[in-house]
């Protein structure tokens, strides 16, 4: 029978089939629970399936940015390149799906609409926007930090008679740019890493920047058969290696201060860093995120690094990044950003000096001049942290919805976990290590606990779990110490919600590293699920279970 048919109860819902929900589907089924991943997407890969642009890749090495959980796997898969490009991380995707059998259980073109907590039986109806429903004891939401597209909206744009297309719904035929005019809006990881692909083909590129963004270049290379044969006879010491960095990179973060350093010897060490760590670059010095003067000393190589690329004085002064500390926005590792503007068929326009008032049916009227294009590419980022989770109305108890919660930022314990919302699980969640992390290492971290939960309460014969009040505004207070220690909210980021115009400033990710985190999660699960209720019945009728005031920590 098809699984569409079956209108039953699942012991768990997973919403998302990318990186989290697949390792969610393969670790719940192998405990022998009954589980459907629903999927808005016809394919499996989250945001790998959607963000197809030219020159997309990853900045963290491709075998750390894999899965751990089966050693078969690890030895089987051949990655060619040591930042694997997105449509190799698509072929491990789909190489993981048939490995493991994950298909038979995931419902594609399947978008959740809407979750209702039934709390006389504690579980979760859920419902697809075609009106199919679902009951779940559990709801796990595997939506990932960066799936909720972001385009601005400019006068006129609809008059614009080329191409309109966002870097993260890149479509899925190939598009040939030669001969085309194209303009980039945006200078992040994404249009920074498609800008020098593009502009090999384009006839023009022009590359709309409102933030010069910093950028490690990346020491990309092919794996060799023998670099792969090492990595592999000792991966589990790598694993452990990343498992216990707190970025879950692998990376050990030097110890000395910056500031300690001669400037001789820090000109040393960044120069290693910069030749082989990549996004590790953060991490050359231990006080690089924690202090404005180390900072600062990686500003000045980073700005020098620049200086020795870019030809032209006055684009190379526009290019540089300024007013914002290294790292405290997301960095890009970057395979020729910054030589792409040395070419003739390339050029920026800086919308700090001449913002963009309108589109016309040629392109793009900035106020000093019109830029005609073919082609427009949004690479304005997400709604990042939250986006993907409120998107869908998700009420829990008394019918109070997560976008009330959260309406003054969100409040989770260790990210994954709601109070007034029982059985409802989010990996990587805001208040989790999430995009401040290796995030598979942090996902699979998370999935592995939840699994360890749900054995818990299996054995303990339970059907609720529920984060406490007390236990939440105690967690999002410690994010927000840990933050208050770092740069991170000394400027406007996604980090901090300044990317959605009218989103809480709340700091979402939690600062305090993988490890740091493990070690929390683990002494929560050893002392009893500390900070949970954890409940043999549903708690409907008491009193205590009713929703509380969600008056928000947030300072
Ligand atoms: O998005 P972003 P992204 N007018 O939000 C600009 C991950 N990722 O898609 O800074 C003009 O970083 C905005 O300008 P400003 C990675 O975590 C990973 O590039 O707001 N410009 C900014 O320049 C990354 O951090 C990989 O002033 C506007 C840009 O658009 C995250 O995804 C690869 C604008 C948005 O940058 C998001 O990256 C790619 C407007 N109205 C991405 N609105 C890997 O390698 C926004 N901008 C794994």
Same mark, same amino acid.
């Given at each position: ?176 740019? &030669?001969?085309?005019?194209? /303009? ?5 990881? +994404?249009?920074? =890493?498609? @800008? %020098?692909?593009?502009? *090999? #083909? ?42 216990? &960095?707190?970025?879950?990179? /692998? ?5 000395? +201060?910056?500031? =300690?350093? @001669? %400037?001789?010897?820090? *000109? #040393? ?287």
């Amino acid at each position: 029978m098809a699984l569409e048919d079956v209108l039953t109860q699942f012991d768990a819902v997973i919403v998302g089939a990318g990186f989290a929900g697949l390792r969610a589907l393969y670790s719940l089924r192998a405990m022998g629970k009954r589980v459907c991943v629903l999927e808005a997407s016809a394919d499996a890969g989250g945001v790998w399936y959607h963000n197809g642009y030219p020159g997309a890749r990853c900045d963290v090495e491709s075998y750390d940015y894999s899965y751990s959980f089966s050693p078969e796997l690890e030895q089987q898969w051949r990655w060619t390149e040591r930042y694997a490009t997105q449509p190799e991380i698509l072929r491990y995707i789909a190489h993981v799906v048939e490995r493991f059998d994950l298909r038979r259980d995931i419902l594609f073109n399947t978008r959740m609409r809407s979750a209702c907590y039934d709390e006389a039986g504690a579980r979760w109806c859920i419902s697809a926007q075609d009106g199919r429903q679902w009951w779940a004891r559990a709801l796990i939401m595997c939506v990932g930090q960066l799936s909720t597209t972001k385009s601005p909206s400019y006068p006129d744009q609809d008059k614009f008679r080329g191409r309109v297309i966002h870097s993260g719904l890149w479509p899925k035929e190939p598009i040939d740019f &030669s001969g085309q005019r194209v /303009g980039i809006i945006g200078t992040g990881s +994404s249009g920074m =890493q498609m @800008t %020098p692909v593009i502009a *090999e #083909q384009a006839a023009h590129l022009t590359v709309f920047q409102r933030t010069a963004n910093y950028s490690i270049a990346s020491a990309n290379a092919p794996v060799s058969d023998e670099e792969d044969r090492r990595i592999k006879a000792s991966y589990r010491q790598r694993r452990e290696q990343a498992w216990n &960095s707190p970025s879950g990179l /692998g990376f050990v973060p030097n110890k000395q +201060s910056a500031l =300690q350093a @001669t %400037p001789q010897e820090r *000109e #040393q060490v960044y120069e290693q860093a910069w030749r082989r760590l990549g996004f590790g670059f953060a991490l050359a010095y231990h006080d690089i995120l924690l202090n404005q003067a180390a900072n600062d000393t990686a500003v000045d190589f980073i700005t020098r690094k620049i200086a020795a690329i870019v030809h032209a004085p006055v684009l190379r002064d526009k290019l540089t990044p300024r007013g914002h500390p290294f790292g405290a926005r997301r960095p890009s590792v970057d395979s020729g950003y910054f030589q792409a503007f040395n070419r003739d068929n390339v050029e920026l326009a800086d919308l700090r000096q001449w913002p963009i008032v309108a589109f016309t049916e040629q392109g793009i009227r900035t106020q000093d001049r019109l830029h005609e294009l073919d082609v427009v590419i949004f690479a304005t980022g997400f709604d990042a942290f939250t986006g993907s989770l409120l998107r869908p109305e998700i009420k829990g108890r008394g019918g109070l919805t997560l976008a009330q919660k959260w309406s003054a930022g969100p409040l989770t314990l260790f990210g994954l976990a709601v109070a007034d919302f029982p059985n409802f699980f989010i990996v990587g969640g805001p208040g989790s290590p999430s995009l401040l992390s290796n995030v598979l290492v942090s996902t699979e971290e998370q999935i592995d606990w939840l699994v360890q939960l749900l054995r818990h309460m299996d054995a303990h014969e339970q059907v609720e779990f529920e984060a406490r009040h007390s236990a939440e505004h105690a967690w999002v207070e410690h994010v927000n110490e840990r933050a208050r220690q770092t740069l991170y909210l000394s400027t406007d980021s996604y980090y901090n919600g300044a990317e959605v115009a009218g989103k809480p400033r709340v700091f979402m990710p939690y600062s305090g590293g993988v490890r740091g985190y493990r070690r929390l999660l683990q002494n929560c699960a050893a002392r009893a699920y500390e900070g949970f209720d954890l409940r043999g019945q549903p708690a409907a009728a008491c009193a205590d279970a009713r929703p509380q005031s969600a008056a928000p920590p947030h300072g």
